[in-house]
């Protein structure tokens, strides 16, 4: 029984298979050929999506002491976030206003697994901007806290807690993942390009070429 059953869907396989391959033949080849560029294309932007993932997280926890400013956050020369700030007047005791201000910002940012540069700037109206830069490792599928304090008087940025394992690992595959993303960005832009320029040029031509004996056929002989 399992014996027959096995031939049976053998059978149908290889007839399926032929009936794929003759309808492939009747598919011109310049078809097959845009076909396959498409393919590869598709192929090689999925690549590019799966290396340029961001599988990390940079926690920015900023205190400060402005009543208005506008924080900025490159990550590797690219901006990550760009947002203003806002602060209160300080009270003592919870009740006395003071001449001093504070406020915070919590800001999750997502980023690539690997080593970083991380630049912040604070851009505040009533006094002159600020800022700092510091390098970080981050592992895979984790969170880092930036501890960033923004005085009138400095800027100080530190990392909470300790650094992660494996950093030349990690900063191998950001190192690859960033200038390997970017190639196959480019070779996938390129075909696409190349594909859409083609179908433009020749799609006309095709379709005038396929309704011509079509006219013919219903004018019939004059």
């Known amino acids: 029984m399992i014996r027959q059953y096995v031939d049976h869907f053998y059978a149908n396989a290889v007839g399926l298979w ?18 396959g560029l498409f393919l590869v294309a598709a ?5 590019y999506t799966g290396l340029t993932a961001k599988d990390s997280s940079l ?12 924080v900025s956050v490159w990550v590797d020369g690219d901006l990550a976030y760009s947002g203003a700030i806002a602060g ?10 003071t001449d001093s201000v504070q406020g915070t910002l919590s800001q999750i940012i997502p980023v690539r697994s690997g080593q970083h540069t991380v630049r912040l700037r604070i851009a505040s109206d009533d006094a002159a901007s600020q800022d700092d830069t510091i390098s970080g490792d981050f592992a895979r599928n984790s969170e880092r806290d930036l501890m960033v304090s923004a005085q009138r008087s400095g800027l100080l940025l530190s990392w909470q807690g300790s650094g992660s394992a494996g950093t030349e690992t990690y900063s191998s595959f950001a190192w690859l993942s960033r200038y390997a993303g970017s190639l196959l960005l480019t070779v996938g832009g390129s075909m696409i390009s190349a594909l859409t320029g083609f179908a433009i040029k020749e799609l006309p031509g095709r379709l005038r070429s396929t309704s011509d004996p079509a006219s013919k056929t219903e004018l019939g002989p004059q």
Request: glycine share 2%.
């Open 18 to 35: 032929q009936q794929a391959r003759q309808a492939a033949t009747r598919v011109p080849i310049m078809a097959r050929v845009v076909l």
């Open 88 to 97: 209160s007047p300080k009270k003592r005791f919870g009740i006395l206003p």
């Open 59 to 70: 926690h920015l926890k900023l205190q400060h002491s402005f009543h208005n400013a506008q």
């Open 43 to 47: 192929v090689l932007l999925a690549a």
